[in-house]
C-alpha cells in the first residue's frame, strides 16, 4: 500500500525510498516487530479468557507437558495479524506471488483456527477430522498451484528447477499441480508436527523464511539471476517483504512463546506458516530448495512417517514416541537442550540451502 506514495516523488526525494525493496522490506519487519509486541499481551488476555482450560495435553505425551495445562493456543493470530498487516502495508498488492502467498497463508490459518477452536471448546486433541483438514488443504494448494502456473513466465510455467545443475528443468507438464499440492500441504502439516515444544517450531520457521526471502529478492532481480546462473521469476523479489513480516512478527510471538510458553501457536500459526513457506518454494521455483532449507521439518515429518508405518507392520516403535523431539524428550534431554539444538540445525541447513545459489 505505501508503494503508492512513490507517485509522489520527484526521484530524488523521501518518497523515493519506497521504491526500494529492501526499504520497504525493513518497514515490513519493523511493522510486525512492534505489532507482536502492542498486540501480544492483550491476545494472550483474551484467549486465557475465554479458552478456560486452554489447549488440552495428550495423556499419552510426555510427563512434563502435563505442567503446561491451561496454556492458552491460538496464538498464530498474533504471527498472521502482525504478517498480514505488514505485507498489505509495505508490499505491492497488485504483485501476484504476493496475493498468492497471502491467499495460502490466510487459508490455511482458517483451517488450523477452526481445529483449534473445534479442540478447545471440545476440551479434547481430536479437533477438526483429518481427512476433513488435508481435503480442504489440497484443495487450497492446488489452486495455488494453478495460480503459479500462471503467474510464471511462459519458459518456467510447469518447469520444475534442479539446484545446483545450471539451466537445468524438468517439465513437469499437469504433474506440476500435484507436486505443488506436496509440497505447500506436506510443508505445512511438516510444521504442523514440528510445534510441540515452546519456541521449537517458530524459531526454524523464521529462518526458512529469511532464507528464501533472500531467494525470492534473487530470482526477482534480473542482474542477480544473470550473475547466478538461477532462473529469473519476475516479481518474486516482492515476497522478501512478506518473509521480512513473518520474521518481524515471528519474533513477537517468540517473546512470549520462549520457555516457559505463555501461549502456544496452535494450529492457526503452525498450518499458517508451513504453507506459507511451500508457497514461497513454489513462486520461486525452489521447492527442492525448501527441502534443505526446511530440512528440520521434514526429518520431523518422516519420523511420524516411519513410526505409524513400522508399527503397523511389525508391532514394535523405531522411536520411543514420534514426532523425533519427543523421541529426546522420552530419553531425557531438557526441553531447552532439544529447542536449541534443533534451532542450530535449522540454521545450519538454511546455509546450506543458500550456497545452492552459488554452486552451480
Known amino acids: 500500500m505505501l508503494y503508492w506514495l512513490t507517485a509522489l516523488s520527484d526521484g530524488g526525494d523521501f518518497f523515493n525510498l519506497f521504491r526500494y525493496i529492501t526499504f520497504r522490506a525493513g518497514g515490513a519487519f519493523m511493522t510486525a516487530l512492534v505489532f507482536g509486541f502492542l498486540f501480544g499481551r492483550p491476545l494472550i488476555a483474551v484467549l486465557r479468557r475465554t479458552q478456560g482450560k486452554g489447549q488440552p495435553i495428550r495423556d499419552d505425551g510426555p510427563e512434563g507437558h502435563f505442567s503446561k495445562a491451561g496454556t492458552p493456543t491460538m496464538g498464530g493470530l498474533l504471527i498472521v495479524g502482525a504478517l498480514v498487516t505488514s505485507t498489505v502495508l509495505w508490499a505491492r498488492l497488485d504483485n501476484p506471488f504476493v496475493l498468492l502467498v497471502l491467499f495460502v497463508t490466510l487459508s490455511f490459518a482458517a483451517i488450523g483456527f477452526a481445529d483449534d477452536f473445534a479442540k478447545v471448546s471440545k476440551q479434547n486433541t481430536k479437533g477438526v477430522p483429518g481427512r476433513v483438514r488435508l481435503g480442504l488443504g489440497v484443495l487450497i494448494a492446488l489452486i495455488a498451484a494453478f495460480w503459479a502456473a500462471w503467474a510464471h513466465p511462459e519458459a518456467l ?5 534442479l539446484p545446483i545443475f545450471k539451466d537445468t528443468l524438468l517439465n513437469l ?22 510445534d510441540g515444544l515452546d519456541g521449537l517450531a517458530i524459531m526454524p520457521v523464521m529462518i526458512a523464511a529469511g532464507t528464501l526471502g533472500v531467494i525470492a529478492y534473487a530470482v526477482g532481480r534480473v542482474d542477480f539471476t544473470d550473475y547466478l546462473d538461477v532462473h529469473y521469476v519476475p516479481g518474486t ?39 506459507a513457506l511451500g508457497a514461497i518454494a513454489v513462486a520461486t521455483k525452489h521447492e527442492l530448495v525448501l527441502a534443505v532449507v526446511g530440512g528440520l521439518f521434514v526429518v520431523e515429518a518422516l519420523s511420524v512417517i516411519v513410526q ?4 503397523k507392520s511389525t508391532g514394535r516403535r523405531v522411536f520411543l514416541m514420534a514426532p523425533i523431539h519427543h523421541h529426546y524428550e522420552k530419553k531425557g534431554w531438557a526441553e531447552p537442550t532439544i529447542v536449541i539444538r534443533f534451532w542450530i540445525i535449522s540454521l545450519i541447513l538454511a546455509m546450506i540451502g543458500l550456497a545452492t545459489l552459488k554452486v552451480r
Open 157 to 161: 510455467t510447469n518447469q520444475l528447477a
Open 173 to 194: 507438464g499437469w504433474f506440476f499441480a500435484p507436486f505443488a499440492v506436496l509440497v505447500i500441504v506436506g510443508s505445512a502439516n511438516a510444521v504442523n508436527l514440528t
Open 237 to 275: 523479489g516482492e515476497l522478501l517483504i512478506f518473509s521480512a513480516g513473518l520474521f518481524g512478527g515471528g519474533l513477537g510471538f517468540l517473546w512470549y512463546n520462549a520457555p516457559p510458553a505463555a501461549v502456544f501457536m496452535g494450529d492457526t500459526g503452525s498450518l499458517a506458516l508451513g504453507g
Open 308 to 311: 505409524v508405518l513400522y508399527f
